[in-house]
């Protein structure tokens, strides 16, 4: 966890939402110098005067090490590491307003879940069609369960960085690794990264059935079922299936399925009780990625031809007003099959 200079890396970080500012955090308070490009105003001027972002994760102290800009060429010029932590909606944009001020030995680490809506690219996937100029092999991406407060708390967390090249998830892993903060290494970036969107979805039927006031027998059942859409898709884009049973598949699946921080969870009790999800997400200064993914999913599915039928009813109870209770009884009186698929 040492064998890194945090005197000569050079780090740039995107995005100050709760997980961006908690991991620009981290390596601050590791002694890396942290560029942060933070983009709403009042968020800066509270992370310049009170070292602390009350908007997006209030109550922690940030590192003096941060500093916050709204200088996005500033942040990723001449950097070793450029860590992008946006909604998955504005990644293309914002990595457009990159073009041109990032080299091309710089490692690009996207910490984003999502998959965009028009093109169904993961966030890697945007960032290489946007930035062609960086090589292949300079991309990471980090995931696993880890909710940005109980990262900010040091609470003992594990994650996966996943590159297609081995020196350069080596490298990521080192950088970010403190005793409370493990990484390990993966070289499916594709798995890694449909595991951190597809659970966002799950998580919103988790939610629901929860707002339904079903029982521990229905979450457990939506978790292992959904875990089996995960793997289908993963497996239909060439993921390797063991990444599923690991951090960044099952691993952040129950987190995202039970804990209370939870986002996604959070709107799809609320919808499980009876609430409209324009009006919820109305009340929401953050971003629930499984609202927006759950678009994504149910469109890559039915053009690859993949079986996913929680994913495809939570599509159908935020796009088209389903009621929640009729999709648990389709779901639950669908054609009876054999538990495991083929492959």
């Known amino acids: 966890m040492n064998n890194v200079d945090v005197n000569s890396i050079k780090i740039g970080v995107v995005g100050a939402g709760s997980w961006g500012t908690t991991l620009a955090d981290l390596l601050g308070e590791k002694g890396f110098k942290v560029d942060h490009w933070v983009f709403e105003a009042e968020v800066r001027k509270q992370i310049q005067e009170h070292r602390e972002n009350r908007v997006f994760l209030p109550g922690f102290t940030l590192s003096p ?75 990471a991406v980090l995931s696993g369960p880890s909710f940005a407060k109980e990262v900010a708390a040091k609470t003992p967390t594990l994650i996966a960085v996943a590159s297609n090249d081995k020196k350069t998830a080596g490298f990521v892993q080192h950088v970010f690794a403190t005793p409370n903060f493990r990484v390990y290494t993966s070289s499916d970036i594709i798995g890694v990264e449909l595991g951190g ?44 299936p063991r990444t599923f049973t690991g951090l960044a598949g099952v691993g952040d699946l129950i987190l995202t399925c039970t804990g209370d921080l939870s986002r996604n969870h959070t709107v799809g009790k609320q919808i499980g009780e009876g609430k409209k999800i324009k009006a919820i997400l109305s009340e929401m200064r953050m971003v629930a990625e499984g609202v927006k993914t759950a678009r994504s999913v149910y469109n890559l599915s039915k053009k690859l031809g ?3 039928p929680i994913s495809n009813e939570i599509y159908h109870i935020l796009y088209d007003d389903f009621s929640p209770k009729e999709a648990l009884y389709r779901l639950m009186t669908r054609n009876l099959k054999q538990e495991l698929d083929e492959k």
């Open 65 to 139: 090490n941060i500093f916050p800009t709204d200088d996005l060429a500033h942040v990723v010029s001449g950097k070793d590491i450029v860590l992008i932590v946006v909604p998955s909606h504005f990644m293309r944009e914002t990595a457009k307003k990159t073009a041109g001020n990032i080299s091309n030995k710089t490692i690009i680490v996207s910490a984003s879940k999502g998959i965009e809506n028009k093109t169904h690219l993961t966030m890697s996937g945007v960032l290489k069609e946007t930035l062609p100029e960086i090589p292949e092999n300079n991309f």
């Open 306 to 308: 993949v079986e996913m």
């Open 197 to 240: 969107s597809v659970k966002n979805v799950i998580a919103i039927a988790a939610g629901i059935a929860d707002g339904l006031g079903l029982g521990l027998n229905t979450r457990a059942a939506l978790i292992t079922r959904g875990l089996t859409e995960m793997r289908r898709l993963g497996l239909k884009l060439g993921a390797n």
